[in-house]
């Protein structure tokens, strides 16, 4: 599969056009993980009100949870396809508009649905629709987030353009962790319960207006118009390099592998932390937004150096080092938390090192997958690989967690589950690429 840019579009790039290209890009990659935040945090308040009918058990409310959570997840491969192909034919700057505008109304009408108590059993179903709809819109945000970064990238930067998807990601979590923290010190608990967690679901829509502000503002990648100018000119032959449907397919089964290690551990120890340790090591829930806080920061200050990083030696080398971390101490690290004889100061050291190895992955991971892909299928391959993943291994995370965990008594299922996922992806960061060049 061919290279990414000539160094004539690169050249015909101004320094502005890389700044907003980095700025509008990210901030989608914000609202959607912010969302995909709060919706974590607030699992267990989403459960009750939603999923728990008079009497029900809570276990299988939470459960029931997760599993809009994964429907979600499964609908991304759809929109990455759908968007992508759009995305790869009328250009990027266009779908990520749309993609910004449906994303910011699904998540802002979560605020205003009403619950199992007033709607009874539809309740629970207008919940999954937006959650679908979220998940569609989702699926085709990241492949033209990367798309647009690094195909702006100045020459060698690519990681670290990249890395910023990856970092954005991590203060969207932040940002989600320290709204419902907020909310959590000045409401009380029947207040939370009662309205209090809407309102981060309402605050989407000013994000969500100046994101749209932002990509209004986009210019359309130097990569695209190229390939677009090109494929008009061969209007009447074959479309210049368009690679064969099975080589497009392989990169994307090994795409999503080299992924899904970031996918599974990103989703247990940033995501689903919380709620495994209100429901199964008996934390508050104060007490459980710190470590998810905590461990979101050490995610976080990894990301960016990750990326650049991977700009000297090669993004393979990185991403394998935190998979193979992540493998070795997923259950020491969990075994530190569920140790009543473990100092506090331990303990978030513990969970600061669990999101700092996943940061290794992050980094480096969107640039490695945009290069995996020319410009005609770009949006929509890395799309398509980043959504598979995500779809079976950050989507089914909680579920599988918490039905595991139900089912077996075991509380290193996460830890277990975490390991597996990285063991995997670090076969797959060791298998070489079948395209030419670079």
């Known amino acids: 599969m061919s290279a990414p840019a000539h160094d004539s579009d690169l050249r015909a790039v101004r320094p502005g056009q890389s700044r907003r290209a980095l700025l509008a890009g990210s901030v989608g990659n914000f609202i959607e993980w912010y969302e995909f935040g709060v919706y974590g945090y607030f699992a267990t308040i989403i459960a009750a009100r939603f999923f728990t009918p008079e009497g029900g058990s809570e276990i299988e409310g939470l459960a029931k949870t997760y599993a809009s959570f994964a429907l979600a997840f499964f609908f991304r491969p759809v929109g990455a396809a759908l968007f992508g192909r759009l995305g790869d034919r009328v250009g990027r700057r266009p779908v990520l508009i749309t993609v910004i505008v449906v994303m910011s109304a699904a998540t802002t009408l979560i605020g205003v649905l009403p619950t199992y108590a007033t709607a009874g059993a539809l309740a629970p179903w207008l919940l999954t629709l937006l959650r679908v709809v979220q998940g569609l819109s989702a699926g085709g945000e990241f492949g033209g987030a990367v798309s647009v970064m690094t195909e702006f990238a100045p020459p060698g930067r690519r990681g670290l353009y990249g890395s910023w998807?990856?970092?954005?990601v991590a203060l969207g979590l932040l940002g989600g962790a320290g709204v419902a923290a907020l909310l959590a010190t000045v409401l009380s608990e029947p207040q939370l319960d009662s309205w209090g967690w809407r309102l981060p679901f309402l605050l989407t829509l000013p994000l969500g207006l100046g994101a749209l502000w932002l990509r209004l503002r986009l210019d359309e990648t130097p990569s695209f118009r190229r390939e677009h100018t090109e494929r008009e000119a061969s209007a009447d032959g074959p479309a210049p390099g368009q690679p064969p449907a099975r080589e497009v397919a392989w990169s994307v089964a090994l795409g999503a592998a080299r992924v899904m290690g970031w996918a599974a551990a990103g989703y247990t120890f940033l995501v689903v932390l919380p709620s495994y340790l209100q429901s199964t090591l008996g934390a508050s829930f104060r007490q459980a937004l710190l470590a998810t806080v905590v461990a979101n920061l050490g995610f976080a200050a990894t990301i960016v150096p990750a990326g650049l990083l991977s700009d000297r030696i090669g993004r393979r080398p990185v991403m394998l080092t935190g998979a193979l971390l992540v493998t070795a101490l997923s259950v020491p690290l969990l075994d530190l938390l569920q140790?009543?004889?473990t100092s506090n100061t331990v303990k978030g050291l513990a969970v600061l090192v669990a999101g700092a190895v996943v940061g290794l992955m992050a980094g480096p991971g969107p640039a490695m997958l945009s290069e995996m892909f020319p410009t005609s299928v770009r949006y929509t391959g890395l799309g398509l690989a980043y959504a598979l993943s995500n779809a079976v291994f950050s989507g089914c995370a909680g579920l599988i967690i918490t039905e595991?965990?139900?089912?077996?008594?075991?509380?290193?299922?996460?830890?277990?589950?975490?390991?597996?996922?990285?063991?995997v992806s670090a076969l797959a960061l060791a298998t070489p690429r079948t395209r030419k060049g670079r």
């Open 339 to 341: 140790d009543s004889g």
């Open 165 to 168: 998807q990856s970092f954005t």
């Open 404 to 423: 595991t965990v139900k089912r077996t008594g075991s509380v290193d299922i996460p830890g277990y589950y975490a390991a597996a996922a990285c063991a």
